[in-house]
């Protein structure tokens, strides 16, 4: 049986980020961890996100951890760790109780962290779990539509306040605007401002990535990304406009949207913005007809590899030269300038993935995604705990037998000893089924061990399906891979190991949770593995292959 134990966290606002909110739930799961001596398989996080209208349930991580329990990657006996059900849903009525009762449903057992309730569908009393579910999600979506209908009316007072008298209404401004404290306007940040214009200048001519590539080469006062850009072509506060209410209803519709135009001091003319729309949207459409053909799912390690110059995760791009199709991992910050890197990373993707291999087969890398731990004492465990409730419950049949043969009359102590014992057998059943969930846990990473074999990795990987699967498995396992790009002209440093080092890039494969590390280096000729050389063109390994590599995090290798 596979199970894992995950958790939800989610704050509706940046204030909360900045405050204890966040800081508040990880305290808590990280002591309900502690205490039953288990470890989270995954997080899952919102932040800035309401449950109010249930958004996080649409598009925001809860979306992923529901998909995830449709497409059966989590499984029955899977436990999800919640601070409360608020949590996960602020909606009212229906919607919000169809919510929690499909996870459950799916038998995935949700612990409440605040209150320490269990809800499990094994349960028998569904009415009773129905009844909590429902009073703790009423009183939820009446205190966020109060705090809702409280923010809309101070919003709307000053809504009409800007419109009537052009008061500023918010000291949260656009980058290039500023406030002034002694004549309470606000105005035009010169060096700023000119960022700006010089920005849509370029995207006149070109896109933006290549508008936020042009700009970055300039001096400016922050680093432009290709998503920063895309914004600002299309934000009307350029020509000064505020859009000044925007909101929506309970039932999610749109109820008013106003402008309020001249708000701002304007960057560049009104026709000169729409102008420039006619464009772009012209851009959007020629790209949309052309399209781009789907490469399907590729690069094993999405959302495990990331850059050390930067810390962005490296995304994988295709090229063709004389008809071949090449993939590459790529470092989307550098394409814009805006990675410490100061150069464009490309790296070539089995650069990563053969080396990566290698360790597999040779070295056995499955360490890192292999749970160790003691299966016989947990099942000792087990037993004892059903060996306790069989005692208990024997207990309470003698008690019964007991009243029966007394007419049926229940004395009070008999009623307390009854219930105390009942208790204690509940907490016992919660217990076990724990220690069935860590049995669980152990048993999943000798499937896979049996499933991804060092003999038939290579057949797994030629498939779609075993690369999304064996992909999920590095995410649960916890494992990150690091890459230090470094050039031909790179700077010699004191402490390196060999002649070149300084020139060859740098891998970590590590997983911090076990405390396991490996690395190498490579160059475009070859990687300096543990086993020797390995040669990217002819794909040979030449050297003995040592078994004593593993490293100690915090060394040299581990970028620390």
């Known amino acids: 049986m596979t199970a894992h134990i995950y958790s939800y966290k989610r704050i509706s606002s940046r ?10 739930q990880e305290a808590l799961i990280s002591e309900y961890l502690a205490n039953h001596k288990l470890e989270l398989t995954r997080e899952f996080i919102d932040l800035g996100i309401s449950g109010f209208r249930g958004k996080n349930a649409r598009t925001g991580a809860l979306r992923e951890f529901l998909d995830l329990i449709a497409t059966g990657v989590i499984k029955a006996n899977d436990v999800l760790l919640v601070e409360n059900f608020d949590r996960l849903t602020r909606m009212n009525g229906i919607d919000a109780t169809k919510l929690v009762v499909d996870i459950l449903s799916a038998k995935i057992i949700i612990v409440t962290l605040s209150d320490n309730q269990i809800y499990d569908y094994r349960q028998e009393d569904h009415s009773s779990i129905l009844f909590k579910i429902n009073f703790v999600l009423s009183r939820a979506n009446e205190e966020s539509r109060i705090k809702r209908n409280r923010s809309l009316g101070a919003w709307a007072r000053k809504h009409n306040e800007a419109k009537l008298s052009n008061k500023v209404m918010t000291k949260r401004l656009p980058y290039w605007i500023r406030f002034d404290d002694e004549t309470e ?39 432009w990304t290709l998503i ?6 299309r934000a009307k506060s350029v020509y000064g406009c505020l859009e000044i209410y925007k909101t929506k209803s309970e039932s999610g519709e749109s109820v008013d949207y106003e402008e309020l135009e001249n708000y701002y001091p304007a960057v560049i003319s009104k026709e000169r913005f729409f102008n420039l729309q006619t464009k772009l949207n012209i851009r959007t459409e020629t790209h949309e007809k052309i399209g781009r053909e789907s490469k399907g799912f590729r690069n094993i390690f999405k959302g495990v590899i990331f850059c050390e110059h930067c810390s962005t995760a490296l995304h994988q791009n295709f090229t063709k030269r004389k008809g071949k199709e090449y993939m590459y991992l790529i470092c989307a910050k550098s394409l814009v300038g805006a990675c410490p890197a100061g150069r464009k990373i490309f790296i070539p993707y089995n650069y990563i993935v053969e080396p990566f291999l290698l360790y597999y087969k040779n070295y056995g890398l499955e360490k890192i995604i292999r749970k160790s731990g003691d299966v016989q004492s947990l099942v000792e465990s087990r037993n004892a705990y059903n060996a306790e409730i069989e005692d208990k419950q024997n207990t309470i049949e003698k008690i019964v037998e ?37 049995i669980a846990k152990i048993n999943i990473y000798v499937e896979v061990e049996q499933a991804i074999s060092r003999a038939d990795i290579d057949e797994l990987l030629d498939s779609e399906e075993g690369r999304i699967r064996f992909n999920m498995l590095l995410k649960e396992s916890q494992v990150q891979i690091r890459v ?10 004191e402490g390196q190991d060999f002649k070149d080092e300084h020139k060859m890039s740098e891998v970590v494969i590590n997983n911090k949770a076990k405390g396991f590390g490996v ?6 000729k070859h990687a300096m593995l543990a086993g020797g050389n390995y040669y990217f063109y002819t794909k040979k390994l030449v050297g003995g292959w040592k078994n004593d590599f593993t490293l100690p995090l915090g060394s040299r290798a581990d970028f620390n």
Not at 403 to 416: A, F, H, M, S, V
Not at 519 to 524: A, G, I, L, Q
């Open 484 to 493: 230090l790009k470094r050039f031909e002209d790179s700077a010699p440093f």
């Open 519 to 524: 690395s190498y280096y490579f160059d475009r």
């Open 15 to 24: 204030t909360q980020k900045e405050g204890t909110g966040i800081d508040r």
């Open 228 to 233: 920063a850009v895309r914004h600002l072509s």
């Open 185 to 223: 306007t606000l105005k035009l940040d010169s060096n700023r401002a000119d960022e700006v214009r010089k920005i849509f200048d370029l995207l006149e001519i070109y896109g933006c990535a290549r508008t936020a590539n042009e700009i970055n080469k300039t001096p400016t006062d922050k680093k």
């Open 402 to 438: 007991s009243i029966e043969l007394n007419g049926g009359d229940i004395p009070k102590i008999l009623l307390t000893r009854i219930r105390k014992i009942e208790a204690e057998i509940s907490a016992l059943n919660t217990k076990r089924d724990l220690v069935d969930i860590e």
